[in-house]
């Protein structure tokens, strides 16, 4: 089947959105400096106490997106396997974040932040879900 318009340019907007997550996670942990000046020290904290673990799923979160709207601008029904993936790494990375840290992550946030994290499960869940709508429709095979 063909891909309709939307397709297209949902497509490249979940791959720009998607970037900017790997571009944020690539210059917090190799520490650029640029980028961690808008950080307060009370996130810098935190973002410093974080186990090898949490970082390895906020890594495969992050690069699972990535690959996984690749994969669906590839066309491939793969897609959706590898984004609920990456979103079970969110939930895993966000469990670490809201529970299991020394001190929570809510505790540094700002509301920005906040209202920032409720778009990315909502985007996160919307990217899942459309490609799911997509190989339905025979667009990803």
């Known amino acids: 089947m063909r891909a309709p318009w939307h397709f297209w340019v949902i497509g490249i907007v979940m791959l720009l959105w998607n970037g900017m997550g790997a571009m944020d996670y690539v210059m917090t942990v190799s520490r650029n400096a640029d980028y961690l000046a808008q ?3 009370e996130r810098l904290a935190f973002l410093e106490a974080f186990p090898g673990w949490a970082k390895g799923s906020w890594a495969l979160a992050v690069w699972l997106y990535v690959i996984g709207t690749l994969l669906m601008l590839w066309r491939s029904r793969l897609a959706v396997r590898v984004l609920f993936s990456g979103f079970v ?6 469990f670490h974040n809201l529970i299991l840290a020394e001190v929570p992550a809510t505790q540094t946030m700002t509301a920005f932040e906040m209202v920032f994290t ?5 985007l996160a869940i919307f990217q899942i879900g ?5 190989r339905r429709r025979g667009v990803l095979s």
Do not use: H, R
């Open 118 to 122: 409720v778009v990315i499960f909502a």
């Open 130 to 134: 459309y490609a799911e709508f997509m």
């Open 39 to 41: 950080f307060t020290p």
């Open 89 to 94: 790494f969110l939930l895993i990375t966000t």
